[in-house]
């Protein structure tokens, strides 16, 4: 791995992964919620969002969708989409140009129902999460990967861990997740580990997320 | 008034005629997709918008952009030699050619550096220069030369990729010049005066507002885009920081910010966006900058004047293209022909820029005419007049209409080893009819310029 990139790069690279798969997996978690709102469990959108740390109301479904996205809280998926927009308009000269394109074009969708006061609906929805995953199938489509792309997929899978966590899922998974992070520190560095003067498998007993944080600390130098 | 049709100009309406034109949107959708934005500051509030775009192209015949092309060299060849002159042996004022108060008045002149020669004694790598086509002779006339930060290639760049998708039948058909060789030109430059070291292109950051071209121009000449502080100085060498802590040593700069800014330590040490020691780094001939520091006193209108002495002085030839005729109201001679003929002329304040300080006489009360002669007759050095001229206007289809706009032509120029003129440009047309500001800050739109033959 003998790309340059500055650490202003690296990092907006990494957090435009992060939220990327923010998005995407909310909006995963939403559509789920959508589904029992309407006649399995009113409370499911209150419980989804507790997860979150957030304490949700609303008023029906199509209420539920737009405080969801668009409500006054840190999980605002259109406040998530600006900065993710921000970090691709500073690191672009190192992202996929259609993939560009297509954060733009969520971003813009985004944007346009906010400020047009528009209801949000399952089909907007449905095309955002589309969007995502041509994003990612830029990347994936690649054949030989720089570290700009291991950048991006390093904020992409550590913001699934998170996920994972918060939701419970399955420990087993989530540990072969973490090894490919690992993998991923040793690849954007090869002297990492001297770096954290630790074995990576040492983190298992910590809390994960802050020691794969530490690590991206330790990886990105300012 | 139009320029008078051609062949080539038949040749693109006979297929325009059939073009759906409705796709004509495409070309909107298409910058706002890849944010191709000129950013603004308006009443305190970061706007980012994309350029207005026309899609009618200007069209300039082979033969005619090879005369533009000479004359072009021939005048950044001149120039630099100006510049490498002015600030080492000054044969030009000893020889009485310039007026010293001219170099020492001119805001761009930094004292500083008189002595110091740049890697290969290249100091106008990177150039626009601005033209229009006088209607009254069909000439070409220099308008202004930018050999600091010109900005604007970009666009044209950009648009042409997204023009061959739209309406591939143009490119099919016609015989238009390819103008991807661009970016190989920085490169090579950069290359060329590179003293040892990764290229890096050197930004103000997110919220300057031609942002978008420089990432973009980062990327096609292969070079790092840095922040200043993303560079370092040590020992009087600048450093690339690279995420893992690394630092690799930088050879060339092209810095997309003016000499005031460039280093807090040499220039102004309020200033957030440059790289300390980065000019003493460059007085140690350690790194290249392009474009080199004090290139400024080049682009005073006051020196501009002098252009076409510099070319007979330096090159014992005589001008290919010409300046619009100018007067130096600091000539008792000149200064009574401005003062006579005011109503008719152009007066540009020679320390602004972007349509700014711009003044034309025919459009001034009599009280506004009387106040600025007195500005004039206080400060002849602050001033120039300029015949107005006047320029074609372009064919522009602008709200599902033909209209005719005032449209000038930035060319770019770019010097390393040998002097390259790109066989493209930013052609500039005005918001309204009847307008001769041009200037993207002043509203105004760009269309690509089409270097054809039949």
């Keep these: 791995m003998n790309q340059l990139l500055t650490a202003n790069v690296a990092t907006n690279l990494y957090w435009l992964g992060r939220y990327l798969e923010r998005i995407e997996l909310t909006l995963f978690e939403i559509n789920k919620a959508y589904d029992k709102i309407i006649d399995v469990d009113k409370a499911a959108g209150v419980k989804l969002y507790q997860k979150f740390n957030i304490d949700l109301h609303y008023e029906g479904v199509v209420n539920f969708l737009e405080e969801a996205i668009f409500g006054d809280h840190p999980a605002n998926l259109a406040t998530l989409m600006i900065n993710a927009r921000e970090n691709a308009i500073i690191a672009r000269p190192n992202i996929d140009p259609s993939a560009f394109g297509e954060i733009i074009d969520l971003h813009t969708l985004f944007q346009t129902i906010s400020t047009h006061e528009l209801l949000i609906d399952y089909k907007d929805i449905e095309t955002a999460l589309s969007l995502i995953s041509e994003i990612w199938g830029a990347y994936e489509k690649k054949g030989h990967r720089k570290c700009s792309d291991y950048f991006l997929k390093l904020g992409k899978l550590i913001e699934e861990v998170d996920f994972r966590i918060r939701f419970k899922k399955k420990e087993e998974m989530t540990n072969l997740i973490v090894k490919d992070i690992n993998s991923i520190f040793n690849i954007l560095d090869t002297d990492f580990d001297k770096k954290m003067k630790k074995s990576p498998d040492d983190s298992k007993s910590k809390n994960i997320i802050e020691d794969l944080y530490e690590k991206v600390d330790t990886l990105i130098v300012y | ?454």
């Design chain 2, 1 to 454: 008034m139009l320029e008078k049709s051609t062949e080539l100009h038949k040749k693109f309406w006979e297929i325009f005629e059939k073009q759906d034109r409705k796709k004509i949107n495409e070309f909107k959708m298409y910058m706002d997709r890849f944010a191709i934005n000129f950013n603004l500051y308006k009443d305190g509030n970061f706007i980012e918008q994309s350029l207005p775009f026309d899609v009618i192209p200007r069209i300039i015949s082979k033969s005619e952009f090879s005369k533009i092309e000479k004359g072009l060299q021939q005048r950044v060849t001149a120039l630099n030699l100006f510049l490498e002159d002015i600030y080492t042996d000054a044969k030009i004022v000893k020889e009485g050619i310039i007026p010293i108060e001219f170099i020492e008045r001119a805001s761009g002149y930094l004292k500083e550096f008189v002595g110091f020669s740049p890697s290969k004694k290249i100091r106008t790598h990177i150039n626009g220069i601005d033209l229009v086509k006088d209607s009254s002779n069909d000439e070409w006339v220099i308008l202004e030369d930018n050999l600091r930060v010109p900005s604007g290639s970009s666009y044209p760049l950009s648009i042409r990729d997204t023009y061959r998708k739209i309406y591939p039948e143009f490119f099919e058909t016609l015989n238009i010049t390819p103008i991807k060789s661009y970016p190989k030109f920085i490169t090579n430059a950069m290359n060329y005066v590179n003293t040892g070291g990764i290229n890096v292109l050197m930004t103000p950051g997110r919220f300057n507002s031609a942002y978008y071209e420089h990432s973009y121009l980062a990327e096609k000449i292969g070079a790092q885009l840095v922040r200043a502080n993303e560079l370092e100085v040590i020992n009087k060498k600048v450093y690339f920081k690279n995420y893992n802590g690394k630092k690799i040593q930088v050879g060339a700069i092209y810095r997309r910010l003016d000499d005031d800014f460039i280093d807090p330590k040499f220039f102004n040490p309020e200033s957030l966006i440059g790289v300390p020691g980065v000019v003493e780094a460059y007085l140690n001939n350690n790194v290249a900058l392009l474009n080199a520091i004090g290139n400024g006193v080049s682009d005073d209108k006051g020196i501009y004047y002098f252009v076409p002495k510099m070319i007979e002085y330096y090159l014992n030839e005589e001008p290919i293209l010409k300046n619009a005729p100018t007067y130096l109201p600091y000539f008792p001679e000149d200064m009574n022909y401005v003062m006579k003929h005011i109503e008719k002329l152009v007066i540009k304040d020679v320390a602004e820029a972007g349509g700014y300080g711009v003044l034309f006489g025919h459009a001034m009360t009599r009280e506004e005419i009387e106040n600025l002669k007195r500005v004039i007759k206080a400060d002849p050095r602050r001033f120039i007049a300029q015949e107005l001229i006047e320029f074609y206007d372009e064919k522009c289809y602008l709200n599902n209409e033909l209209v005719n706009r005032k449209a000038d032509f930035r060319a770019y120029v770019v010097m390393g080893e040998d002097v390259k003129v790109w066989n493209c440009g930013l052609t500039r047309y005005a918001l309204e009819e009847g307008n001769y500001l041009v200037n993207s800050s002043q509203g105004g739109g760009f269309k690509d310029t089409w270097v054809m033959e039949l």
